[in-house]
């Protein structure tokens, strides 16, 4: 029977019938593979442009820490300045600079 539908397309002009049938399986598959990649591109895209975003709010956040950071630093060299570590330790601790003749220098 198969036969015969073979012999029937030969005689009915269709002499690739099933030469077109492999032809629309793989135009299909082609076009699976194109909608995959094309998908695929579209993700990818999305995914970038995510990431970008998030890398801008990352570079802002440490913009903002490096001004504080700057700040801080001011802030402890105003602190530790000789002159108000000197002026600190007389007013509270009742320190003062050693006379000279207090001060000893031991030999070796």
Request: with cysteine; charged share 25%; hydrophobic share 45%.
């Amino acid at each position: 029977m198969a036969a015969q539908g073979r012999n029937t397309a030969l005689k009915t002009g269709w002499p690739f019938a099933s030469c077109l049938r492999w032809r629309h399986i793989i135009l299909l598959v082609l076009i699976g593979v194109m909608l995959i990649s094309s998908l695929a591109s579209i993700a990818s895209t999305h995914m970038t442009r995510v990431q970008y975003a998030r890398f801008q709010e990352l570079e802002s956040e440490r913009d903002s820490l490096q001004t504080v950071w700057g700040r801080l630093l001011l802030e402890e060299s105003t602190w530790s300045a000789p002159a108000r570590v000197e002026d600190m330790a007389v007013k509270r601790l009742d320190m003062r600079v050693p006379d000279v003749d207090d001060v000893e220098v031991i030999r070796p």
